[in-house]
């Protein structure tokens, strides 16, 4: 069975850090692009990073220079390190698995929920 | 980057019925459009890629139309258990962005 399981979130004071995990099954995470997704509370989706097979990184604009999308192909594991937080990364992150060729999320995980707070 | 503009925002309608959601991309991104589904307190779900092809497991009562900047999702023949928010994405380029999503809702 193919199945992503996100790990790590947790409240964490403004300018605090935390890292995210997305173990994945029934699939190789090298082979595939795989994205992070967030969902501010009563707020619609927004795409934050992807890591190609290839190995190149890509970043929403609100994100960069603060996150970092890496994998761990011994573990089959993608992250999200998240540094110098702020209240408005507050939502639920999604890791998601994306087929290459035209991108599209076909699978995702149950999401792992991110507040900052003081 | 790609802004892309869903419309309506909410939509009331009955079973049975069909409806149609559009999506706007700030600049032409082929057909290079999913669109997904979401229930309250669930990930989102794949239902169509590249505008118009049917993700499989998808019930065929959904399509998807478009390309360049104009796209459109209808389900015909609504049932109970679509009543739920739908997204629309484009992957034609990074930052992949996504619309604001459409509530459909039972009327």
């Known amino acids: 069975e193919v199945l992503l399981v996100e790990s790590g979130g947790d409240l964490v004071q403004p300018g605090g850090s935390l890292r995210l995990s997305c173990a994945a099954s029934?699939?190789?995470?090298?082979?595939?692009?795989m994205s992070w997704v967030r969902q501010a509370p009563g707020k619609g989706l927004e795409w934050v990073s992807v890591f190609y097979s290839g190995g190149s990184t890509y970043y929403a604009d609100s994100v960069k220079g603060r996150f970092t999308i890496s994998r761990d192909d011994s573990k089959n594991t993608l992250y999200l390190q998240m540094n110098s937080l702020r209240a408005e990364d507050t939502a639920v992150y999604y890791c998601?698995?994306?087929?290459?060729?035209?991108?599209?999320?076909?699978?995702w995980g149950k999401g792992t929920t991110v507040t900052v707070s003081s | 980057d790609i802004q892309m503009t869903q419309s309506p925002s909410s939509l009331s309608a009955s079973v049975g019925d069909r409806v149609t959601i559009t999506c706007r991309a700030s600049?032409?991104?082929?057909?290079?459009l999913n669109w997904y589904q979401q229930k309250p307190g669930k990930a989102p779900k794949l239902l169509i890629y590249v505008a118009s092809s049917l993700q499989r497991g998808v019930p065929s009562r959904f399509s998807g139309s478009g390309s360049g900047t104009d796209f459109t999702l209808t389900i015909s023949g609504l049932q109970p258990e679509d009543f739920a928010s739908y997204f629309c994405q484009q992957s034609y380029s990074t930052p992949y962005t996504f619309g604001q999503g459409t509530k459909l809702e039972i009327k």
């Open positions: 029934g699939f190789t995470v090298s082979n595939n692009y």
């Open positions: 600049q032409s991104i082929s057909s290079y």
């Open positions: 998601a698995r994306s087929i290459a060729a035209a991108p599209r999320m076909d699978v």
